[in-house]
């Protein structure tokens, strides 16, 4: 069972656009939802990372949104860079356990 | 940041053999580490939990014979995949959780593992 589900699979953006991704969750014990980036042949690297207890989360061009009452959250990544092209996961960690979304296959396009 | 160590990067071995994997926390001290297992073009799927000296906590569907976990001290755990067959080929990657401050979790690079 997924606990924690994410679209879209894929996404393509142009350069200077937003990206969005979204994802959501039924798991209430989840008390951190981090987003990682991953990189073909590498592990993931947290890439920014937020708590129930906050709507919103801004480091540099990456921002969380958090909707607590809808159980879902969101990536969104400003001003998008070919350098961005990775695969993004969503996650939700309880217990000190994570549970990763499918992932989303970002694509930007110079 | 810290920085979690994984060796090899690549295997590539024969089928029958066993293969072990290391996972190094490299400047701090991790009770905690994960194995996690991933396919081509997919989520990453938790396999087992590793905490320094107990045995290791499986997810329902892996087999702990056939995944053997280490974690004898604060800062190594290995994965041996024994009688490794081409079934068992695919990306493994640890992860370490800080034994201290905000307890944060940091993955290793990963292990792609080729059974011919």
């Known amino acids: 069972q997924q606990q924690v589900k994410q679209s879209p699979q894929s996404l393509i953006v142009q350069k200077g656009g937003i990206s969005i991704i979204n994802c959501a969750y039924e798991?209430?014990?989840?008390?951190?939802f981090p987003w990682y980036q991953q990189f073909p042949g590498k592990g993931p690297a947290l890439l920014i990372a937020?708590?129930?207890?906050?709507s919103e989360k801004k480091e540099g061009r990456f921002t969380i949104s958090f909707n607590k009452s809808a159980k879902q959250f969101s990536l969104h990544i400003m001003d998008s860079q070919p350098g961005d092209s990775a695969t993004y996961f969503c996650?939700?960690?309880?217990?000190?356990?994570?549970?990763f979304g499918r992932g989303t296959q970002l694509t930007v396009w110079p | 940041g810290a920085v979690v160590s994984q060796h090899p990067s690549r295997v590539i071995c024969k089928s029958g053999t066993s293969v072990k994997i290391e996972c190094r926390s490299l400047?701090?001290?991790?009770?905690?580490m994960f194995w996690y297992r991933q396919f081509p073009k997919q989520s990453l799927m938790l396999m087992a939990t590793?905490?320094?000296?107990?045995?290791?906590?499986?997810e329902q569907g892996v087999e702990k014979d056939k995944f053997l976990i280490n974690h004898a001290s604060l800062t190594l755990s290995t994965l041996t995949v024994t009688s490794a067959h081409p079934e068992d080929s695919s990306f493994y990657i640890c992860?370490?959780?800080?034994?201290?401050?905000?307890?944060?979790?940091?993955f290793g690079e990963g292990s792609r593992l080729t059974v011919l």
């Open positions: 992860s370490a959780r800080k034994s201290s401050g905000s307890g944060e979790l940091f």
């Open positions: 798991n209430t014990a989840f008390d951190y």
């Open positions: 996650a939700g960690s309880t217990l000190g356990r994570l549970y």
């Open positions: 937020i708590r129930p207890d906050v």
């Open positions: 590793s905490n320094e000296g107990s045995k290791a906590t499986y």
């Open positions: 400047d701090f001290q991790a009770t905690t």
